[in-house]
C-alpha cells in the first residue's frame, strides 16, 4: 500500500492550494482517507477524511468552511481544496488511509504518504 500526496507549495494568506493523495490500494473503495499536518514543533492534527461507502466527510473546526475533501475511487485519489488560506495553515501536510468515524485520528490510520509542504505568508 503506498500514498503520494502532492500539491503543495507556497501561497500568500487567503490564497488557494488543491492537495492530492494516490493510492495503489486494490481495494482503494474499502478505506477511509484522512488529511493530517503538521507544523514545526507541534502535534500532528487530523484535517480533514472522507469515508469510502458513502463519502461522508469530516473536519476539524480549524478549517471547516475552507476546506473540502473529496474522492475520485476510478482514480483512486483524494483531494483536499483548501481556499482562504491562513498562516496557522502553514504545516507538512500528510495523507494516510484508515478508519474514517469522525475527526481524525492518527491512531486510526494504518498506511501513510510522505508529506506535502503548505507555505502560506502573511
Known amino acids: 500500500v503506498q500514498l503520494q500526496a502532492s500539491g503543495g507549495g507556497s501561497v500568500q494568506a487567503g490564497g488557494s492550494l488543491r492537495l492530492s493523495c494516490a493510492a495503489s490500494i486494490f481495494t482503494f473503495d474499502n478505506y477511509g482517507i484522512g488529511w493530517f499536518r503538521q507544523a514545526p514543533g507541534k502535534e500532528r492534527e487530523g484535517v480533514s477524511c472522507?469515508?469510502?461507502?458513502?463519502?461522508?466527510?469530516y473536519y476539524s473546526d480549524s478549517v471547516k468552511g475552507r476546506f473540502t475533501i473529496s474522492r475520485d475511487n476510478a482514480k483512486k485519489t483524494v483531494y483536499l481544496q483548501m481556499n482562504s488560506l491562513k498562516p496557522d495553515d502553514t504545516a507538512v501536510y500528510y495523507c494516510?488511509?484508515?478508519?474514517?468515524?469522525?475527526?481524525?485520528?492518527?491512531?486510526?490510520?494504518?498506511?501513510w504518504g510522505q508529506g506535502t509542504l503548505v507555505t502560506v505568508s502573511s
Open positions: 494516510a488511509a484508515g478508519d474514517c468515524w469522525g475527526i481524525p485520528y492518527p491512531a486510526e490510520y494504518d498506511y
Open positions: 472522507i469515508r469510502p461507502s458513502d463519502d461522508l466527510t
